[in-house]
């Protein structure tokens, strides 16, 4: 450590470093943050997600395939809302462009 902390040792700060650390990337904490940017286009949310997941690495790092399965099936709830979203959009995409095609192709 760089310095002494005041009133706590080295190992209360690590120990309350790594709590603060640990609810910042907690899957609830994920969720309220994907949740408070609802407003955003669904690529950012999903980019802001996958940040958050990598960028936790740092910090506690998925070393192998099982950690990362952890990882996912953790963050599920963030992870499902935003497929669920996703996969409406496209759909309503796919169909709006069907109904243009149909459109342009009657009046021709």
Not at 75 to 89: A, D
């Amino acid at each position: 450590m760089a310095h002494n902390p005041l009133k706590m040792t080295i190992e209360d700060a690590k120990d309350e470093t790594f709590a603060a650390w640990s609810r910042s990337y907690s899957p609830e904490r994920n969720f309220e943050a994907i949740n408070s940017i609802r407003h955003a286009p669904i690529d950012t949310r999903v980019s802001h997600l996958v940040a958050r997941l990598f960028f936790r690495g740092i910090y506690f790092p998925q070393m192998g395939k099982r950690a990362w399965l952890k990882l996912i099936f953790d963050n599920r709830r963030s992870i499902l809302s935003l497929s669920r979203e996703g996969i409406t959009t496209w759909r309503q995409f796919r169909r709006r462009k069907r109904l243009e095609v149909q459109t342009v192709q009657t009046n021709e």
